[in-house]
């Protein structure tokens, strides 16, 4: 609601006859319900924070839960200018960044806001014009690691062998191909609907989608094992950002920060922290905690993922190796490479 008033009382402003030729409304797109938090915590005080170091100059309107578009078109919802900012899961479109797509390669990070800011100082420049060189890059946005969660217990790799699962993005559905499982492919929003129908008995998500998304109505069953990220990005049209003044520039540029991405991140982590606890004091649901010798076993399945994605790195003209190693000393000057 808040977010929306934002929106509402940007367009009075202009309808009014208020701003001047400097004001400018940013249409910003999302595929996430109002009430997640993201909108609540990562959007709301960066947009309040770029409004107030505008002096007011600069205003978003907002359009939330694929208002404008699905949530795998809001890259080039944003490209194309239906969209001045979309927040997008690069995850969404299999085999179109795959420089960024080792992020979601398991067992690499370990917490989500660090992991922001490290992912951000690795990718920002050369990764990113190269990527996403055709609109503004801004900020980084994983969540805490996901884990399995379903109808039916999922302890070991071979427990997913038959099941049909919901992954988090591309390189999830190639790990549950690989474990013999079978990925059903939708958005965020519309993996409940999935559960509730038999199409998926189990996904891959952080605990606060229990919540959020209603999965914990549908899953009650889960592995506590930190596994992966999903690191959604949030983009700028080019000609919109190029568009502006030089002072609304400097603006953005300053909130488009590795620690602006660490600060946009953590509410969301504390968030799922939360849902995590509620989950474990929840005697109708079920958490697994895999024992050290069970943890090798889901490593030494994720080895071929990182394989897979070597390859495509190499097909993409960038050496795999150099990659990584750049990603893994990132993480590790952020305190957040996983052991």
Avoid at 213 to 236: C, G, R, W
Wanted: with cysteine; glycine share 8%.
């Amino acid at each position: 609601m808040r977010l929306a008033l934002l929106g509402t009382a940007a367009v009075l402003a202009l309808g009014t006859g208020s701003a001047t030729a400097q004001d400018v409304t940013l249409r910003l797109a999302h595929w996430l319900p109002p009430q997640h938090a993201v909108p609540q915590t990562g959007l709301a005080p960066w947009m309040d924070s770029i409004t107030e170091a505008s002096d007011g100059t600069i205003q978003f309107e907002v359009f939330p839960a694929q208002q404008l578009g699905s949530a795998p078109d809001h890259y080039d919802m944003t490209r194309d200018g239906i969209a001045d900012i979309g927040y997008v899961n690069p995850g969404y479109t299999a085999g179109r960044f795959p420089i960024y797509e080792l992020i979601g390669v398991p067992f690499l990070a370990k917490d989500g806001a660090n992991a922001a800011k490290a992912i951000h100082e690795w990718y920002q420049g050369d990764y990113a014009e190269r990527e996403m060189g055709d609109v503004y890059f801004c900020l980084v946005n994983p969540h805490e690691p996901g884990r399995f969660h379903g109808k039916s217990p999922i302890r070991v790799p071979a427990d997913v062998d038959g099941l049909s699962v919901r992954p988090a993005h591309s390189t999830m559905a190639r790990f549950v191909n690989s474990l013999g499982g079978s990925s059903v492919q939708v958005p965020a929003p519309e993996a409940r609907e999935a559960l509730a129908r038999g199409t998926a008995d189990a996904v891959t998500f952080p605990y606060e989608a229990m919540r959020i998304f209603n999965i914990a109505e549908e899953t009650k069953f889960h592995n506590d094992m930190p596994l992966y990220l999903s690191a959604q990005v949030l983009l700028f049209n080019k000609a919109r950002y190029e568009g502006m003044t030089d002072a609304q520039k400097t603006v953005i540029d300053d909130h488009c920060t590795p620690e602006w991405s660490k600060r946009f991140s953590e509410g969301w982590s504390e968030y799922d922290m939360g849902v995590r606890e509620d989950i474990l004091n929840n005697p109708d649901h079920t958490v697994y905690t895999p024992t050290e010798d069970e943890v090798g076993l889901w490593r030494e399945a994720a080895v071929p993922i990182l394989e897979a994605w070597k390859e495509d790195a190499r097909a993409a003209g960038v050496d795999p190796d150099t990659v990584l190693e750049e990603l893994r000393a990132a993480l590790e000057a952020n305190d957040t490479l996983y052991e």
